[in-house]
């Protein structure tokens, strides 16, 4: 009886199979930064799949100050020619700016970084670290406050 037992156990675990669910984080963090005067937010959120990176989304919220109100478009055309050469050649960046008002700018950073070759994380300017406790220590260093 008690093999009868064991053999039916053995063969629903070959039936429903073993596979753990994989474990899946988020690393958000963020950082003040200042440009010619004008004030910005750097907000990093990595989504990690069994400790490696899968994507990132990278937002720059750009607080323009009152004297700039009528040259948003200007630094715009700025921001998407900056990171169309930046991000040139690799499919697995995609970026969008974003006018949210008068004197707000998003630009909204893609990055599908587990589908990206080596060439492409280096040539972006990605180290290769891509687990979580080394991500948060790295950004923590480069004074991103994270959570």
């Given at each position: 009886?008690?093999?009868?037992?064991l053999m039916?156990?053995?063969?629903?675990?070959?039936?429903?199979?073993?596979?753990?669910?994989?474990?899946?984080?988020?690393?958000?963090?963020?950082?003040?930064?200042?440009?010619?005067?004008?004030?910005?937010?750097?907000?990093?959120?990595?989504?990690?799949?069994?400790?490696?990176?899968?994507?990132?989304?990278?937002?720059?919220?750009v607080n323009?100050?009152?004297?700039?109100?009528?040259?948003?478009?200007?630094?715009?055309?700025?921001?998407?020619?900056?990171?169309?050469e930046l991000?040139?050649?690799?499919?697995?960046?995609?970026?969008?700016?974003?006018?949210?008002?008068?004197?707000?700018?998003?630009?909204?950073?893609?990055?599908?970084?587990?589908?990206?070759?080596?060439?492409?994380?280096?040539?972006?300017?990605?180290?290769?670290?891509?687990?979580?406790?080394?991500?948060?220590?790295?950004?923590?260093?480069?004074?991103?406050?994270?959570?």
């Open positions: 009886m008690k093999k009868y037992i039916c156990l053995i063969c629903l675990l070959i039936v429903t199979g073993c596979n753990k669910e994989p474990e899946i984080k988020t690393l958000t963090c963020s950082k003040d930064l200042d440009s010619a005067g004008i004030p910005m937010v750097e907000k990093t959120n990595i989504k990690f799949i069994d400790d490696k990176i899968d994507t990132m989304v990278i937002t720059i919220v323009l100050p009152e004297m700039y109100k009528d040259h948003v478009e200007t630094f715009m055309d700025e921001f998407n020619t900056r990171y169309a991000y040139k050649g690799n499919e697995h960046i995609n970026f969008e700016v974003i006018k949210k008002s008068d004197l707000e700018i998003n630009v909204v950073i893609n990055i599908d970084y587990v589908n990206m070759t080596a060439e492409e994380k280096t040539s972006s300017g990605f180290s290769g670290l891509e687990d979580y406790a080394t991500n948060k220590t790295q950004l923590e260093k480069d004074g991103h406050i994270c959570q």
